[in-house]
Nanobody
């Protein structure tokens, strides 16, 4: 079965850290672009970060740059989002998505989406 599955969400206080995982099955992530998105209650889904399929070029939305890091572990067929210095406004359901288009930019659309993992930042 071709799918991506997120894990690693949870409840942490402001200033804490979480590492989200996006594990692929049924295909190899190493030649796919990966995007991380989030959606807070009552808000539109927004892009958080992505890693391109070619040369692993990384992109971050301004509000997370310097705090979040996206990286791959091809041996585990998994992409991670390391999130540090978390803020309440980082709360939401985080989704990962994979796309097979080749290039050094973030795709406009993605082939596969996960079900999401909840991240809650609260004291």
């Amino acid at each position: 079965q071709v799918q991506v599955v997120e894990s690693g969400g949870g409840l942490v206080p402001p200033g804490g850290s979480l590492r989200l995982s996006c594990a692929a099955s049924g295909f190899s992530l190493d030649r796919y672009a990966i995007g991380w998105f989030r959606q807070a209650p009552g808000k539109e889904r927004e892009g958080v970060s992505c890693m391109s399929s070619a040369n692993d070029v990384t992109f971050y939305r301004a509000s997370v740059r310097g705090r979040f890091t996206i990286f791959r572990d091809n041996a585990k067929n998994t992409v991670y989002l390391q999130m540090n210095d978390l803020k309440p406004e980082d709360s939401g359901v985080y989704f990962c998505a994979a796309d097979s288009s080749w290039g050094e930019t973030c795709p406009a659309e993605y082939d596969y989406w996960g079900q999401g993992t909840q991240v809650t930042i609260s004291s």
